[in-house]
């Protein structure tokens, strides 16, 4: 399947590198293809400059946010919170129409320090407001509420049937993720929480995930619904 990946960060480079070693045909996305392929230093978290990820999977293409979404049948947005909106406009309105946006991004607020605040909340959430902006799309928020190598490998856990939660308002987009989610990463439990309005669940549960990893000093966790 072509896949259009909008984010570089930690997020996008994960999923990427696992969906091209499925045999998919991926493209990542970024604000401007020359610069961030010339970065030559560590991000803020300490992680290697892009191309150095890149070398090691350059069956992944590398385009624009236009390009990106232009190429994919399924689109993932793994951009920062506070720059989802902002990017899915650069993507194009007409190149993610009609298409699932699988909505990983979650509303943190770093301005004050940790643990971050949320910076929608409550009476809505990125997920729907994403939604609004994008009628047209299929907005299906999850894989927000664990860390980036447990998305791709959920059984990386000794418990690897820890619980994922998906929200969406088309039930047929809703389906057809929650089977990407088994079958591109190996997920077991995967619990439809409803339509959009419940990804206010989801991003406010990562003020809780953020509290247990400060606790903790181990971001490898997940949560599980236990029936
Ligand atoms: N890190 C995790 O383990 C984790 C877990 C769960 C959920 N999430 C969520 O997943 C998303 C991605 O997280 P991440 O840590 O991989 O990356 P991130 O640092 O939150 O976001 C990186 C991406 O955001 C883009 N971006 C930043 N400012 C922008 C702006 N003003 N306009 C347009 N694009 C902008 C960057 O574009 P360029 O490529 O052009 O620099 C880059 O592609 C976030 O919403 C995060 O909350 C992360």
Known sequence: MKVGILG?????????????????????????????????????????????WHDKNHKVKVGTFADTAAHAQLVVNALSGQASIEGLKMAGEKNIAGKIV?????????????PPSLFMSNTTSLGEEIQKAFPNAKVVKTLNTVNAYLMVDPKKLKDGDHTMFVSGNDAAAKAEVTAWLKKSFGWSDV???????????SEMAVALWARVWMSTNNPMFAFKVVR
Do not use: C, Y
């Open 8 to 52: 570089t960060g930690m997020v996008g480079q994960t999923i990427a590198a696992k969906l091209a070693e499925n045999g998919d045909d991926v493209m990542i996305g970024t604000r401007d293809v020359q610069a961030t392929l010339a970065k030559d230093k560590p991000d803020m978290m300490g992680n290697p400059p892009f191309r150095v």
């Open 102 to 114: 699988v909505d990983i991004s979650n509303p943190l607020d770093f301005s004050k320090g940790m």
């Open 191 to 201: 619990l439809d929480l409803g339509d959009l309005t419940t990804a206010r669940g």
